[in-house]
């Protein structure tokens, strides 16, 4: 049974804090800013951070069902105040978890549960963002991460064939395109094929 142990570990803004992220507003629209107002204003931009841990995230659908992000554990935070929370406790009460903050946001537009792919979810804290991959599949065959080609195992071969793709445009086959999602990021990129590398010599 999966137990909400972030739900209870939440630490409020301090004051000072507070008064920084407050600072963001308080530059008049029309004024001409100084280069050390620029600098402080990059300053407390810089101050947020947002990850994401799927680890009991449900990460693949078939077709029809519906998107379910409560095992999804966000770690957000601005400066040095951390908060950790799960995806069953999106909205009122998560913003709460987070100091009422409305800079915080998930964006699931890309989800589409009517066809086959794989989509990437954001998640945005003030100017930070981490991002996520769920798979939708029909159900004809089994997703084996980093298969590219879709030969039942993951080797050089499937690095080569996803290399391949990516510079050529040289199609994968349905299943190739959501196995070759190695990171489960949402998109296929250089960083699958390094790590569908750096599997295949852990091998050895």
């Known amino acids: 049974m999966k ?3 972030f739900r209870n570990i939440t630490v409020p ?20 800013e100084t280069d050390e107002a620029i600098a402080e204003k990059q300053y407390m931009y810089d101050q ?20 379910d992000l409560s095992g999804v554990c966000i770690f957000a935070g601005f400066g040095m105040n ?12 998560l913003l709460s978890h987070l100091g009422g903050s409305s800079e915080f946001s998930v964006d699931t537009s890309a989800f589409d549960n009517t066809k086959m792919g794989i989509y990437p979810i954001h998640v945005y804290f003030g100017k930070a963002m981490d991002t996520f ?30 290399n391949k ?3 050529t445009g040289e199609k994968l086959s349905e299943y190739g395109t959501l196995n070759g999602d190695m990171n489960r990021d949402g ?5 699958d094929v390094l790590d569908i590398l750096k599997y295949t010599i852990q091998l050895f």
Not at 18 to 30: C, M, Q
Not at 49 to 66: C, D, I, N, R
């Open 133 to 162: 991959g769920v798979i939708v599949t029909d159900g004809t065959d089994t997703v084996i991460q980093g298969d590219a080609n879709c030969d039942d195992s993951v080797d050089i071969l499937d690095a080569l064939a996803l």
């Open 187 to 191: 998109r296929l990129d250089s960083a």
């Open 82 to 93: 951390d908060y950790s929370v799960l995806g069953d406790i999106f909205g009122d009460e």
């Open 165 to 167: 793709n990516l510079l």
């Open 48 to 67: 947020y951070h947002v990850s994401v841990s799927t680890t009991e995230a449900k990460l693949e659908y078939l077709l029809g069902e519906e998107l």
């Open 3 to 5: 137990q909400n142990f």
């Open 13 to 32: 803004l301090t004051c000072a804090a507070l008064a920084l992220h407050a600072g963001l507003a308080a530059f008049p629209v029309n004024a001409v």
